[in-house]
Every structure is written in structure tokens, then in C-alpha cells.
């Protein structure tokens, strides 16, 4: 071995002084390893606990949901095939219905259980929650205020969905708007007006619904006849017309009810009228109508019942005044009258003489 190889390998005395302290560094920090260690180990083995079953709880309560979701639409599928079924089941607004809960359902149970375990965490790293819970909760309140017309909307959809007030293909009346149902959201409800028209209502302002496709409807129709016909035959005549309708199609299903004659609705010198509903299916009223007006006019016309309609009093032309409608004479139509006279103008004097 060379003198420089030796006088390299030779410690000196400030070398060995950094060794000693580096030593002793080292067997400091493998002390605090040793002693923190199993916290260290305890608090990994907590998160991932933590992470497992809060990822665990939520794919379960998903899944669980979803089957939920898809038992109520089979069962509205397996009602839809049914006579009953088709007249009250809407599979598509049942559809819809039931995803809206299920994604509203699956996001909060994500929110509850993510955010739950997420402050757990927090927790298990001994950070002081009580500054984050306060800024979360005035942070809340702040944007409460802010969007709070959101939040009405979100709220009242949710609501609206749930109690099941109107869907898919009814017939509604929202106040601010009317039409049918071609979509329903948490925060918009878009309807179809009369003239085709798309109103898109926000949730929060619909403060009533008339949902004109639930339940049943009633067909009502005013018969005008003259004072002198036999009641009895108009009543014979119109039963025998609203029994005739209900064995027909598609009349037979849309009338759920017989054909009622009321009776007398208004008595009056020149006319009378008879007052007949009858019980339809939801949102057929009107067609009923048509088709019970076009029925009773023909059964009225074979039995030789005249029926008349409200007509405005015309003046009679024997006993009318020929010179009503004449104008009053002018006084300037004679040229002796005073006024004429006025109204003449004076001559020029003759200045040739």
C-alpha cells in the first residue's frame, strides 16, 4: 500500500468527530422510529380501514339502490301490458321518475358517506376539525343565501318527484304556464303549449298544479231545446244516444261511466236546456264532447226535435219604422229660411257710379 493510500485511510480528529455525531444522528432517528413506529403503523391501518369500508358501504348502498330502481320499473313494464295498466301506468314517465330518485338517492348517499369518512381521516391525522367545520358551515350559509332560488328549484323538484304530482305525458296547468309534460327535471319542468310552443317553468315559481291527466275527467253537454217539446222523448232520445256510444270504439273504453241526463240546467220563455255529463278518461273529455254533441243532434233529428240555440231579438219589420234610419232635414235646404239668409253673402257695392 502507497504513503498516500495510508494517509488517506488514517482518521483524523475532525473526522472522527462527524462520525460520532453521524452515528449518533442515526441511532437518534432509529430511537424515534422505533418509538413512533407502531403509531405510524396504527394510524395507516385506520385509513386504510377507513378508505375500504366507506368505499365497500357506498358500492353496496348503489347497488342496492339500482336494484330498487330496476324491480319498480319491471314492475311497471309487467302492469304496463294490462287493460287497467295501460290507462294509468305511463312506463316512460315511471321511468324517468324512478332514475331522478335513484340519482338524487345515490348522490347523497355518496356525499354522507365520502365526506364522513374524509373528516374521519382528518381525524386520524390529529388535525384540529373544529376551524374546518366552521368555515364549511358559514361557507354553507353564504351559499344558501346566494343561490337560494337554486336551491328552491332543487328542493321543490325533488318534492315534485317524489310525491309523484305530475310526468311525463300529463296534461298540467302551472300557473304560469300550461301544456303537457315532455320533460321533468329537479330544476326545470319543460312543457308543450297548444300552438307547439316549449315553456321551460322553473320549479320554485309553480306555487299550484292542475294535472288534468290523473284520476278521470268529465264530458259535459248542454241540449237547447224550444219550451214545447216533450221532455220525456228528449230524454228518451239522448239516453238512447249515450247508451249507443258506449258500445261503440273506441267510446267503450274512453267512457268510464254511463251517459247521465241531468235534467233541466235553465228554463226560459224561448228555449230550455238539458244538462248531460258523462265520466271519461283522463284528458278525453273533449273528444267525448264532439262525439256526444254529433250523437244527440242526429237522435234528436229522428225523433223531430227541433233544437235551437241563443239568438240576439231581431225587431219586427212589419211594425219597424221606415224612417228610423233617415236623417233629419238640414234648415239650409230652404233659402227663406233665417239661416239660409245669414249664410248669403252681401254684394259688393257699384263703384262705376
Known sequence: MSLYALLAAAPSPGAAGSLDEAA??????AGWVEENWSTWLNTGLRILLI?????????LIRRALTNLIDRMNRSAQAVEGTALGGLLVNAERRRQRSEAIGSVLRSVTSFLILGTAALMILGAFQINLAPLLASAGVAGVALGFGARNLVTDFL????????????????????VASGEVIEVGLRVTKLRGDNGEIWYVRNGEVKRIGNLSQGWSTAGVDVTV???????LVRKAIAEAGETMTKEEPWSERL????????????????????????TMPGKSLGVERELRWRVKQALDAAGIRMIGVVPAQPDAATADPTAS???????ASATSPQSLAATPIAPPNLSK
Do not use: C, H
Open 24 to 29: 449518533e444522528r442515526a441511532g437518534n432517528a
Open 51 to 59: 378508505a375500504a369500508i366507506a368505499i365497500v358501504l357506498r358500492y
Open 156 to 175: 321543490s323538484g325533488v318534492f315534485m318527484i317524489l310525491e309523484d304530482q305530475y310526468g311525463v305525458g300529463d296534461s298540467i296547468d302551472a300557473g
Open 326 to 332: 233617415m236623417a233629419a232635414p238640414s234648415a239650409y
Open 256 to 279: 268510464w261511466g254511463p251517459v247521465e241526463v241531468l235534467g233541466l240546467d235553465a228554463v226560459l220563455l224561448d228555449s230550455m236546456t238539458v244538462r248531460v255529463t258523462a265520466k
Open 226 to 232: 224550444r219550451p214545447v217539446e216533450d221532455l220525456d
